[in-house]
């Protein structure tokens, strides 16, 4: 076990061991097929039932910062998630979610950068962060390994380069804004990204982080594992985990708002604000309506928890995922 990313500690204990991430996975299986309205091929499974992370793994906790590490028995090359393969039909279906989604983070987001802003999202996937910052007045560009969704971006007209952020020969001091919304969690070792978030970003410029919250998982695994939980709220809790991705734990960092500080603050970030948020989409192929109405009383419910049932003295970030955005200082 390599030394944890955030605080280099090398000692970590185990929080779920590899029998109960499979039975997660087996759950979160059989709650995605109760909900897709037909049978689904492979391809239109991503990010639902098929995840780059969903090998044998344990969660391990770090013990020197509390990083969730997902501790793979065979780890996935990233060759493998560049060529993944998606249903081309299901992202124009799946689209105009994702939209949506961006749209509605306007406030805070729309007012951090001035109109005419460069900027640049690591981890562009399906293009929509991008023509939500086109509609916001910025000039936007997108980073993404992934040949089949750079593809698809691009055909909607969005430049994307489909490389790692350091191999794309930004300048030095030429973006505004550097957003990595869905992908942080999945890069190995962080600090040269951040490193070179930096060196491309102009003084003060904007560096926005979301990942999902691995303080949210482990309350919600602690609470789980008591015999005594009442039954609705067990199966609350795994509801809320399945509609936020979180059953399985397919992510291979659990961050939460304190391991993110301590991994920019150093790098010259200096953090700005947070907040509690959310999957973006739950991205069935089709959202019967049943589903939409379960999906929003959830989300409605998880705002009543993180004041009660989930209430830590760690931190404030208790959502099931959270965003942090800093400044270059």
Excluded at 172 to 181: C, E, P, Q
Excluded at 191 to 198: C, D, G, I, N, W
Excluded at 294 to 312: F, N, P, T, V
Aim: with cysteine; hydrophobic share 40%; charged share 30%.
């Amino acid at each position: 076990m390599p030394a944890c990313p955030v605080c280099e500690a090398t000692e970590f204990s185990l929080l779920v061991e590899a029998r109960r991430v499979a039975e997660e996975c087996r759950w979160r299986e059989r709650f995605v097929n109760e909900r897709l309205a037909r049978p689904a091929a492979d391809g239109a499974l991503k990010d639902l039932t098929r995840f780059f992370h969903q090998g044998r793994a344990d969660i391990l906790l770090c013990a020197g910062c509390t990083l969730l590490v997902r501790n793979e028995y065979e780890n996935p090359s990233s060759e493998e998630y560049s060529e993944e393969i998606y249903d081309a039909a299901s992202i124009e279906r799946v689209y105009p979610r994702y939209l949506e989604a961006f749209r509605a983070k306007e406030d805070p987001y729309r007012s951090l950068l001035a109109v005419g802003a460069r900027v640049v999202e690591i981890g562009s996937h399906y293009g929509a962060f991008l023509q939500t910052a086109q509609e916001w007045d910025w000039r936007a560009e997108g980073v993404d390994i992934g040949k089949d969704t750079s593809r698809f971006a691009r055909s909607k007209g969005f430049s994307v380069h489909a490389r790692e952020l350091r191999d794309c020969g930004f300048d030095s001091g030429s973006f505004d804004g550097v957003f990595i919304w869905n992908c942080f969690d999945q890069i190995a070792d962080p600090k040269p990204m951040l490193m070179e978030s930096r060196r491309i970003l102009k003084p003060g410029g904007l560096l926005a982080l979301r990942t999902p919250n691995g303080l949210f998982y482990r309350l919600c695994e602690s609470l789980l594992a008591d015999d005594g939980l009442e039954q609705d709220k067990a199966g609350f809790l795994t509801e809320a985990m399945a509609y936020n991705n979180l059953l399985g734990f397919p992510y291979l960092y659990g961050h939460s708002a304190a391991t993110l500080e301590r991994l920019a603050e150093p790098c010259g970030f200096r953090l700005e604000g947070m907040r509690n948020s959310e999957l973006l989409t739950f991205p069935l192929p089709e959202n019967p309506q049943w589903v939409e109405r379960e999906e929003r009383a959830i989300g409605r419910e998880m705002h009543l928890l993180e004041g009660s049932m989930l209430r830590s003295r760690e931190g404030a970030l208790i959502g099931p995922w959270i965003e942090l955005w800093f400044r270059n200082s």
